[in-house]
């Protein structure tokens, strides 16, 4: 579904490239291919070998960066991020890549993620003397580098590694060298290619495809790469490592055109809609999906029930970010805005509307009576995923309970609140079997813990009591 609309986001995408002499455009076309997994601010550090410079502000890549200001970021290797803030406050001193400046060097970090144990943290190194100049949870892998007392930049990472706890994806760059590090449980997804010579990171292959990399592997879960000019190094960092990639990479965060873990994005959304057919056997007209994250699960469940797949819903692309919105009843339009219904399509049909998941719920009710206001005789949701249940302290925005609404509402509950002839939610097997590793156990290597509540890390207290897998 929208992003803008539903709740539902991701806190950002990173890219890294070492040894390139346009080093700051490619990462700029890197940026703009994960543009969907942040939107509120955006930054590219360089380093030309002797000294880190950068730039970054708030919005979009193409509202933040210019030709002139590309071509001033001169240098052969660069990190670049882009950010929806969900652990700490929007505002320009939170926008990375963070640049931090010292007498023995300079440091720049890129993040994708959430540390669960961030707050204990943030008061032990308080506590030590150390000022934070920002709210996220990023700046504490500086200050654990910068006080770890070992000489090399690849110690002080892996003993500040040891230290956090969550969700991770780092680039971290230094003048002459870049340190790539996934936590041990591999919660986001970090992929490694290589532009002629080159060696390139991302959060999504996507990115890849855009600037005409090859894809040579996903980064493993505990892994620290290391990469200078002198090549690439890997070494692993923690033994205990445990694959649980988020499923909703596959169910909504990620690009389709994306593969990860050899898993195109694409057709794992079809499988969740060809397993959502199966289990929601519905007697309709038209299948159509929220754009546009569900029109492939759509697709999928069109072939499997042999419904035919229309276009009932459509997304306006030429709608920027609204900043000023005088009233609830403009707020309320947005999604007008935003998404059209197509009365020729849906007018006196039975509507199977597919979406990717339900999180408030206050959408789903928006674009059920949209349809209905088209013509559609009945609407039927079907969700590619199963109920939202639990917080996610991983990086993406549901941290509370009380912002879900399936959190204490039944299926049948949430049906007459979003006003759908009837409502069926993919079962948990259902997703697994679609989206899992075979032989990676009861979870096939991917995070459920915000469908069961089975968190595959310690919660810390100030996060929420939760089980840990």
Same mark, same amino acid.
């Given at each position: 579904?929208?992003?803008?609309?539903?709740?539902?986001?991701?806190?950002?995408?990173?890219?890294?490239?070492?040894?390139?002499?346009?080093?700051?455009?490619?990462?700029?076309?890197?940026?703009?291919?994960?543009?969907?997994?942040?939107?509120?601010?955006?930054?590219?550090?360089?380093?030309?070998?002797?000294?880190?410079?950068?730039?970054?502000?708030?919005?979009?890549?193409?509202?933040?960066?210019?030709?002139?200001?590309?071509?001033?970021?001169?240098?052969?290797? +660069? /990190?670049?991020?882009?950010?929806?803030?969900?652990?700490?406050?929007?505002?320009?001193?939170?926008?990375?890549?963070?640049?931090?400046?010292?007498?023995?060097?300079?440091?720049?970090?890129?993040?994708?993620?959430?540390?669960?144990?961030?707050?204990?943290?943030?008061?032990?190194?308080?506590?030590?003397?150390?000022?934070?100049?920002?709210?996220?949870?990023?700046?504490?892998?500086?200050?654990?580098?910068?006080?770890?007392?070992?000489?090399?930049?690849?110690?002080?990472?892996?003993? +500040?590694?040891?230290?956090?706890? $969550?969700? *991770?994806?780092?680039?971290?760059?230094?003048?002459?060298?870049?340190?790539?590090?996934?936590?041990?449980?591999?919660?986001?997804?970090?992929?490694?290619?290589?532009?002629?010579?080159?060696?390139?990171?991302?959060?999504?292959?996507?990115?890849?495809?855009?600037?005409?990399?090859?894809?040579?592997?996903?980064?493993?879960? $505990?892994?620290?790469?290391?990469?200078?000019?002198?090549?690439?190094?890997?070494?692993?960092?923690? /033994?205990?490592?445990?694959?649980?990639?988020?499923?909703?990479?596959?169910?909504?965060?990620?690009?389709?055109?994306?593969?990860?873990?050899?898993?195109?994005?694409?057709?794992?959304?079809?499988?969740?809609?060809?397993?959502?057919?199966?289990?929601?056997?519905?007697?309709?007209?038209?299948?159509?999906?929220?754009?546009?994250?569900?029109?492939?699960?759509? /697709?999928?469940?069109?072939?499997?029930?042999?419904?035919? *797949?229309?276009? $009932?819903?459509?997304?306006?692309?030429?709608?920027?970010?609204?900043?000023?919105?005088?009233?609830?009843?403009?707020?309320?339009?947005?999604?007008?805005?935003?998404?059209? +219904?197509?009365?020729?399509?849906?007018?006196?049909?039975?509507?199977?509307?597919?979406?990717?998941?339900?999180?408030?719920?206050?959408?789903?009710?928006?674009?059920?009576?949209?349809?209905?206001?088209?013509? +559609?005789?009945?609407?039927?949701?079907?969700?590619?995923?199963?109920?939202?249940?639990?917080?996610?302290?991983?990086?993406?925005?549901?941290?509370?309970?009380?912002?879900?609404?399936?959190?204490?509402?039944?299926?049948?509950?949430?049906?007459? /609140?979003?006003?759908?002839?009837?409502?069926?939610?993919?079962?948990?097997?259902?997703?697994?079997?679609?989206?899992?590793?075979? $032989?990676?156990?009861?979870?096939?290597?991917?995070?459920?813990?915000?469908?069961?509540?089975? *968190?595959?890390?310690?919660?810390?207290?100030?996060?929420?009591?939760?089980?840990?897998?």
């Amino acid at each position: 579904m929208l992003a803008e609309l539903k709740g539902l986001n991701e806190e950002c995408g990173v890219f890294g490239i070492w040894g390139h002499e346009n080093a700051a455009q490619i990462t700029y076309y890197g940026l703009q291919s994960l543009q969907h997994r942040g939107q509120e601010g955006t930054g590219i550090v360089v380093t030309d070998g002797k000294k880190l410079k950068a730039a970054k502000g708030e919005g979009l890549v193409t509202e933040v960066f210019n030709k002139k200001m590309v071509e001033e970021l001169t240098g052969t290797s +660069a /990190i670049g991020h882009v950010r929806y803030s969900t652990a700490g406050e929007s505002g320009f001193e939170n926008v990375q890549p963070l640049l931090f400046h010292s007498q023995t060097g300079s440091l720049a970090l890129a993040h994708n993620g959430n540390l669960v144990n961030a707050t204990a943290l943030k008061h032990q190194l308080e506590g030590q003397g150390s000022i934070f100049q920002t709210s996220s949870d990023t700046e504490i892998l500086a200050h654990l580098i910068r006080r770890s007392g070992y000489s090399t930049l690849k110690d002080q990472a892996k003993n +500040a590694l040891s230290m956090i706890k $969550g969700a *991770y994806a780092y680039l971290i760059m230094t003048e002459t060298e870049m340190l790539v590090a996934l936590d041990p449980n591999g919660l986001r997804p970090l992929s490694l290619g290589k532009l002629g010579s080159s060696y390139v990171v991302a959060s999504e292959t996507c990115a890849f495809d855009i600037i005409g990399a090859e894809f040579v592997r996903d980064v493993l879960p $505990g892994e620290l790469l290391i990469i200078n000019d002198e090549g690439i190094r890997s070494e692993i960092v923690s /033994i205990n490592s445990n694959m649980t990639l988020c499923a909703m990479e596959y169910v909504y965060f990620s690009r389709p055109d994306s593969d990860i873990q050899g898993i195109n994005v694409h057709t794992a959304r079809k499988k969740l809609g060809k397993q959502l057919a199966i289990e929601a056997p519905i007697e309709a007209d038209v299948v159509t999906g929220v754009p546009d994250s569900s029109i492939s699960a759509a /697709i999928g469940f069109a072939e499997e029930s042999g419904i035919p *797949y229309e276009m $009932g819903l459509i997304k306006n692309r030429y709608v920027g970010r609204t900043f000023i919105q005088p009233s609830q009843s403009l707020r309320e339009q947005g999604v007008k805005m935003k998404l059209s +219904a197509v009365r020729g399509v849906v007018e006196g049909k039975r509507v199977i509307m597919v979406d990717d998941s339900i999180v408030r719920g206050t959408t789903s009710l928006r674009i059920v009576r949209m349809l209905k206001d088209a013509g +559609a005789s009945e609407v039927h949701v079907v969700i590619s995923s199963p109920p939202i249940k639990n917080p996610c302290f991983y990086g993406i925005d549901t941290s509370s309970r009380e912002e879900l609404i399936a959190s204490d509402k039944s299926v049948e509950d949430i049906r007459e /609140i979003i006003g759908a002839d009837s409502l069926t939610f993919l079962s948990v097997d259902g997703m697994l079997n679609s989206i899992g590793v075979q $032989g990676e156990g009861e979870t096939q290597g991917r995070c459920v813990a915000c469908f069961t509540g089975k *968190y595959p890390t310690e919660i810390y207290p100030e996060k929420e009591n939760a089980t840990a897998e």
